[in-house]
């Protein structure tokens, strides 16, 4: 799946009410160690979806039930 995709995905579920935390790509399913994926892939998937989630969120539309779930993450990648 391409990054657009993705992050077409995290905005629909913001758009639903979902969190950062329900990512897809945070179930052990889908994670590295039962895929076979790189980590960076991975992660790439993850920062992706996180992306659009935050993009729909800072558009300041309301989702439905007019409650916001969300949950802060840091963004910023730490390197070493």
Known sequence: MQRDDIQKLGAQ????GLTLWDCPYYRAAAMPGHTGESIADWRGKVEAWEAGWM???ESGQPP???GI?????????HRH
């Not at 579920?13 to 639903?16: D, N, Y």
């Not at 779930?69 to 990648?77: N, S």
């Open 64 to 66: 439905p039930g007019g």
């Open 55 to 57: 993009k729909e969120m």
């Open 13 to 16: 579920a913001a758009r639903e």
């Open 69 to 77: 779930r969300y949950v802060p993450r840091a963004t910023a990648r």
